[in-house]
């Protein structure tokens, strides 16, 4: 799951567009390496996914 995560600095990452065909723009995680293991444990970068494939949704970050 780890994979689809791609580290920006050390406190972003980014889940790409491909991630979700729905999906209108990438998504961005604020978090440290310890803080993306329970966002990924949680399913909790699910949430942004889904706002990304909300209409109106045009920005990267």
């Known amino acids: 799951m780890n994979n689809i995560f791609t580290k920006i600095d050390d ?3 980014e889940i790409p567009q491909s991630f ?4 209108r723009t990438a998504a961005l995680i604020y978090a440290d390496e310890k803080m993306l293991e329970d966002v990924i444990h ?5 949430q942004l996914v889904n ?3 909300l209409p109106g949704q045009t920005g990267r970050f």
């Open 51 to 53: 706002v990304a494939c």
């Open 20 to 23: 979700n065909p729905q999906m």
């Open 42 to 46: 949680d399913n909790a970068y699910q």
């Open 11 to 13: 406190w972003r990452w």
